[in-house]
């Protein structure tokens, strides 16, 4: 299995969100919540510090 960064990025956030959710939240309404409010942060927060190292690349 080849995954890209980004892929790999999603991935990490995917499942790492999921286990905050459930390890964080008895109410399955809360669970949902969290995990989609933590994914969009862990994406959101990979492809600015992505952005914020790009510079650096070249």
């Known amino acids: ?3 890209t960064h980004f892929e790999g990025m999603v ?4 499942v790492v969100s999921t286990a905050f ?5 008895r ?4 669970r949902l919540k969290y995990i989609a409010w ?3 942060l862990f ?3 990979g492809i600015a510090v992505g952005w914020a190292m790009y510079p650096f690349s070249r």
Do not use: D, N, T, W
């Open 11 to 14: 991935l990490f956030a995917l």
């Open 27 to 30: 109410q399955p309404v809360g």
């Open 21 to 25: 959710g459930f390890l964080s939240r």
């Open 43 to 45: 994406l959101l927060i």
């Open 38 to 40: 933590s994914l969009l």
């Open 1 to 3: 299995m080849k995954l």
